[in-house]
């Protein structure tokens, strides 16, 4: 039995130990060879202190070092925090605290930028840089070393030392994801919602060895975390890239013969915008949809452009990782489906009661099952308000796995298909990111102390949510361009304002608030109209 994804890796390495598991760049490396330099990141680790369940932050680009950290972490027990690489300081200082990282494994240049609060972070007692080769170095009160520093021909005690005590219902990673109020959350996931995740996703796609997958999501995402684990659970090749030109991507799908490529709509948009040449694509055999909906003109031009691929557009939320897929058999019968339940997944669609709705009764897409995530770290109110009970489970058992309420409003047709209605909250799901409103807002009152309100919002754009912000200030009327200079500095780019108005006043409701309903109303359709003037 699997217990955890260290032992998926073994597995993979003990049943293709000559195939190659990772590319990137010029380089690749054979299954055999990543297990061996995951055993050194494991080696590192143990010989920092790194115990069961303590917390390893991994702050890097998609590279090799960024797979060995991930590992390696899992394999002496520790829990992997992966950091978004486009995150700022400020987004950086908050999960290091949030979940009191103990090790941090980054670069040199991206350590510079995290200088100012990394004294802010008590917890954390040492960096792990992936390319210093100097040990000695001091910051505050941290011990900086190389990443790679153990005896490469040291034996890893990950095994002695894990595997006697580790069960998969173990947490594994924590992944942060925006709430529509406040900071991130840290969403725990254990070792058994991963493995499950990947053998589910597997199933479906009817992953094999000889599929050539290629990586271009952030590994924070666990969306893009799962092409990892998906093909390490068949032994099939993963092709890391983050790419500057989309040209890039064409020439990496041509050169390694990808055969699975997951994107979210903007993504998807920029790809069917590159020039393909002939055949460039021919390998490809699926593509899938996640992280907001595909408009249906977007997905004619990528049916075309890859012949020969069959798209799976997907619904999913980090607090059960994956949660519907359309077959792509049913995509011309049933269009603007989210499909029916993953394996290992039941999918509910309910009233606020908890009873279930009846065919096109809108209702809140309840998940239920292995995939169910353990809650949100060291949040137990927030945890409460999503992970609630278990609208089937029967009344005599003392002891329920909560289901995740995701907050999202769909209906099912007469066959069980579902169906998107909207969002409850306030939540902006632009990119593949879920971005709340108040940490935008937050950072744009902070350029100006004479704003008296703030409110941003996400707007259809003819492909994804772009974000729209609309201000009133008491003072002079803003320099907009610098706003959005210093908001560069402060916010990652999927967070940043495509547009910001300033207005006399916001409207408000009956208790002096905001009032979001009247401005969703008043500016849903801004960017289609400005497209067309």
């Known amino acids: 039995m699997t217990k955890n994804l260290y032992q998926l890796l073994q597995q993979a390495q003990q049943t293709f130990p000559r195939h190659t598991a990772l590319y990137f760049k010029e380089k690749s490396l054979n299954y055999t060879e990543l297990l061996q330099q995951v055993d050194v990141v494991a080696t590192t680790l143990q010989q920092q202190g790194i115990k069961r369940f303590d917390r390893v932050a991994v702050y890097l680009p998609k590279q090799f070092e960024t797979i060995f950290s991930i590992w390696g972490a899992n394999a002496v027990g520790g829990v992997f925090v992966p950091v978004n690489p486009a995150l700022k300081a400020v987004q950086v200082q ?26 802010l972070c008590p917890d954390l007692h040492t960096i792990l840089l992936t390319d210093d080769n100097e040990p000695g170095q001091a910051l505050a009160h941290l011990t900086i070393k190389p990443l790679m520093s153990a005896d490469h021909h040291s034996e890893s005690q990950a095994a002695s030392s894990l595997q006697g005590a580790v069960t998969d219902s173990d947490m594994a990673a924590i992944l942060y994801t925006s709430g529509s109020t406040g900071k991130p959350k840290g969403v725990v996931l254990s ?19 000889e599929d050539v997958i290629l990586a271009l999501l952030p590994l924070s995402f666990d969306y893009g975390l799962s092409q990892l684990t998906t093909a390490f ?27 699975g490529i997951a994107a979210v709509p903007p993504l998807w948009a920029q790809l069917a915008k ?4 002939d055949d460039s694509a021919a390998s490809v055999r699926y593509l899938t949809n996640s992280g907001g909906a595909m408009p249906q003109p977007l997905l004619q031009q990528l049916q075309s452009i890859f012949s020969n691929a069959e798209p799976y557009l997907m619904y999913g939320l980090t607090e059960a990782f994956r949660s519907t897929y359309l077959p792509p058999a049913d995509l011309a019968r049933k269009p603007g489906s989210m499909g029916k339940a ?7 669609v309910v009233r606020e009661d908890g009873s279930l709705c009846g065919p096109n009764e809108p209702g809140e897409l309840v998940h239920r099952g292995p995939l169910v995530s353990l809650g949100y770290w060291n949040a137990p109110e927030k945890t409460a308000e999503r992970f609630k009970f278990d609208p089937v489970a029967p009344a005599g058992i003392q002891i329920t796995s909560p289901a995740v309420w995701s907050g999202d409003t769909v209906k099912a047709d007469e066959e069980g298909y579902l169906y998107f209605v909207g969002r409850r909250d306030e939540m902006i799901k632009t990119s593949g990111y879920r971005v709340s409103p108040t940490e935008v807002e937050e950072a744009i009152y902070r350029l100006d102390p004479a704003l008296v309100d703030v409110a941003a919002m996400g707007v259809y754009d003819g492909v994804d949510q772009a974000i729209l912000v609309v201000v009133a200030t008491s003072g002079d009327e803003p320099d907009i361009a610098s706003w959005q200079t210093q908001l560069k500095r402060s916010l990652p780019n999927f967070m940043q304002p495509k547009t910001i108005l300033v207005l006399d006043k916001l409207p408000k409701n009956a208790n002096g608030k905001i009032d979001r309903k009247t401005l969703a109303n008043q500016y849903q359709d801004y960017f289609l109209t400005a497209a067309t003037s």
């Not at 908050?94 to 979940?99: A, E, P, R, T």
């Not at 009191?100 to 510079?112: C, E, G, H, P």
């Not at 590159?274 to 040449?277: E, Q, R, T, V, Y």
Request: a positive charge; one cysteine or more; glycine letters at 2%.
């Open 191 to 209: 070792q058994r919602n991963m493995l499950v995740g990947a053998s589910s996703v597997a199933t479906y796609l009817q992953n094999r060895a």
């Open 342 to 348: 993953i394996p290992n997944a039941e999918i509910l």
């Open 94 to 119: 908050h999960i290091l605290q949030d979940c009191n990282v103990r090790v941090l494994i980054t670069s040199k240049d991206r350590l510079a930028t995290l200088n100012e609060v990394l004294a």
């Open 233 to 259: 659970s068949t032994g099939a090749s993963v092709v890391l890239l983050d790419f500057f030109l989309v040209q890039d991507v064409v020439r990496a799908v041509a050169r390694h013969k990808v055969t």
């Open 274 to 277: 590159a020039k393909w040449p």
